[in-house]
């Protein structure tokens, strides 16, 4: 079955019979219905929670402003500190956060920097592993041919004003 379908639906089944949306006969009909077992529905709980995430676009953090962030942010906490997610879904929270930081930074992390050096090992562990997904792989290659192109840029700018410094002087020194 398609769980992330499956659990789209049922967190708007969810909303609609919170908010009364349904009329007595649909709540009948539902009741009618053949309902999956608790393990399912446990599962189908966390993939309600990960798709969620994933529409957010990012790890909800506890925050003052955004209360939609916060409710999100405690589920999340709750379903962790109940071992609820599986090993794939924890480690697909670690990479949204991973990319999240590389994104903060701005640019490809780099080793030689001790304030990036962890931050780029992290990655380095992630991508030996293959924990990255395709778009996040494709998101650090954009980085990485920035990172190239702004060097090369440096580089033509500094040949250019050594140039410059020799049509000054007059002569090859």
Not at 111 to 135: G, I
Request: aromatic share 4%; glycine share 2%; proline share 3%.
């Amino acid at each position: 079955p398609n769980w992330t379908k499956e659990a789209s639906l049922a967190l708007r089944l969810h909303r609609a019979k919170a908010s009364e949306a349904l009329s007595a006969s649909q709540l009948a009909e539902l009741e009618a219905m053949p309902s999956i077992s608790k393990r399912v529905t446990g599962a189908c709980a966390t993939e309600i929670l990960m798709t969620e995430i994933r529409a957010f676009g990012r790890c909800p953090k506890r925050q003052q402003v955004d209360m939609k962030e916060n409710a999100l942010a405690e589920r999340l906490r709750h379903f962790k500190r109940k071992k609820l997610l599986s090993a794939s879904q924890l480690a697909e929270l670690r990479m949204h956060n991973l990319m999240e930081q590389i994104r903060a930074l701005g640019h490809f992390p780099r080793k030689t920097l001790k304030a990036e050096w962890a931050l780029s090992m992290r990655l380095y562990r992630a991508k030996r592993r293959c924990l990255l997904s395709e778009s996040q792989l494709a998101e650090l290659a954009e980085l990485a041919a920035e990172r190239c192109l702004a060097a090369s840029r440096d580089a033509a700018k500094r040949t250019e004003t050594l140039m410059d410094e020799i049509r000054a002087l007059g002569y090859i020194p």
